[in-house]
């Protein structure tokens, strides 16, 4: 849908993830290094009763619209947890917050990257994981989709995405502070 060049600052990051599974995933590095080959990965990672497993117990918090593409992404950690106004104008959903334990780094990638793969078994260089530094602890993860293309100057006389657009996806990381967390493959109870 989007690309964007990677821009890190301080507490937010903005980059593009890329699926052909129809799911992006924010996932914990250390509780996926088993997986290493497809027989692996099947196992935890191709139904839907593992990847649930993996969500309650805040190894995986998905990024599920059921669609493959090239999204933009911005993780932002805030304690407040909360959009701008500029990003809460363009909010066409946002989930409940999923649990999400680091152990000090968080990747996000497609479903299919989960794991501890080759470097070589990737065969699309942008299909990496992306790398976020998040200290360890259990976080509070609430993600947010976004009509980016409704907003006056966002796309050029091509229809892609300008400089200043606004991603896909924010992915609000705040600290948990207990209480009940969303535990459903899909990330938005109702897509418009």
């Known amino acids: 849908m989007t690309s964007r060049l990677s821009v890190d600052v301080s507490s937010e990051r903005v980059f593009t993830a890329v699926t052909g599974s129809?799911?992006?995933?924010?996932?914990?590095?250390?509780?996926?290094?088993?997986?290493?080959?497809?027989?692996?990965?099947?196992v935890e990672?191709?139904?839907?009763?593992?990847?649930?497993?993996?969500?309650?117990?805040?190894?995986?918090?998905?990024?599920?619209?059921?669609?493959?593409?090239?999204f933009g992404v911005l993780v932002r950690r805030d304690a407040a947890g909360e959009l701008t106004e500029r990003e809460r104008q363009y909010a066409q959903n946002s989930s409940e917050p999923y649990l999400f334990v680091s152990t000090g780094v968080a990747k996000i990638s497609g479903i299919e990257e989960v794991g501890s793969f080759d470097e070589e078994e990737s065969t699309v260089a942008?299909?990496?994981?992306?790398?976020?530094?998040?200290?360890?602890?259990?976080?509070?993860?609430?993600?947010?989709?976004?009509?980016?293309?409704?907003?006056?100057?966002?796309?050029?006389?091509?229809?892609?995405?300008?400089?200043t657009a606004l991603p896909d996806f924010v992915v609000l990381i705040a600290p948990a502070d207990g209480g009940s967390f969303r535990a459903d493959i899909e990330t938005f109870d109702d897509l418009d």
């Open 45 to 70: 990672l191709l139904d839907d009763e593992p990847i649930i497993e993996h969500i309650r117990a805040g190894r995986l918090v998905p990024l599920n619209i059921l669609s493959d593409g090239r």
């Open 126 to 163: 942008d299909m990496k994981p992306t790398e976020i530094d998040l200290p360890a602890g259990s976080y509070a993860v609430t993600v947010h989709l976004l009509d980016w293309e409704a907003e006056p100057g966002a796309t050029d006389d091509k229809g892609d995405a300008t400089a």
């Open 22 to 42: 129809g799911m992006l995933a924010l996932w914990d590095p250390a509780a996926f290094t088993h997986v290493v080959d497809y027989d692996s990965w099947e």
